[in-house]
Every structure is written in C-alpha cells, then in structure tokens.
C-alpha cells in the first residue's frame, strides 16, 4: 500500500507515473484481482484496514524511469551469443515490460 505524493508525466506516449512517497506492507488474500494494473483508489476503511496501524516507510530515492534509459549505451560488442550488453537500468525496465510490472519491483544481483 502506499501513499500517492504525486503524478508525472513520461516521455511515453499519454503514460503516467504515479509517485509513491511512503509505502506499507500488508498482507490480505484475494486484495487484488490480479488485473494488468494492480493501482485500485478505495475508502481503506471501508475495506478493513486501520491506516494508523500500519508501519510506513519511505520510498527510497530512485533514478526517474525516463533518466534510466538515457545512460549512453557501452561501446561493446555482441557476445558468442548475439547478445548486446545492457546496463542494470535497461535490464529492469526490459524485465518489467516482459513481466507487466513497474522497474521498481524488479531486483538484479551480479555475483562475481
């Protein structure tokens, strides 16, 4: 759950983001119905939940989403596989696109 500080505009077509300054994790079944976009505007009250209760935390600060892709791509070439390198920004926000989710649910971890 998380409180809304405000909207923004991207530089893709009419899309939105909404910016979240607080969140609080809870655990309830069947809270969402699992639609293509999981944002839902209802009276929590009225739905259960004590917004006193709940143990906010900050959002941490992050990279804008449009700042993420503008990182000059590497000079490198393809792999032995055809693959281009990607940096951890394109890799997340690829990795959200695929799994309809927002870059900010996505986690990388490089082990060397």
């Not at 923004?8 to 069947?30: C, D, F, L």
């Not at 906010?56 to 393809?78: G, H, I, M, N, S």
């Not at 920004?89 to 695929?98: E, I, T, V």
């Amino acid at each position: 759950m998380g409180k809304v500080a405000g909207i923004a505009a991207t530089s893709v077509g009419n899309k939105r983001i909404i910016q979240i300054s607080e969140y609080a994790e809870v655990s309830r079944p069947v809270s969402w119905d699992k639609s293509r976009n999981p944002v839902l505007y209802r009276n929590l009250a009225e739905r259960g939940f004590d917004i006193a209760s709940l143990q906010w935390k900050p959002v941490p600060a992050q990279v804008a989403p449009d700042e993420a892709l503008d990182e000059p791509a590497p000079a490198l070439e393809t792999d032995e596989h055809g693959v281009l390198p990607l940096s951890i920004a394109q890799a997340k926000q690829g990795l959200a696109a695929y799994f309809q989710v927002s870059p900010d649910q996505v986690e990388i971890t490089v082990r060397f």
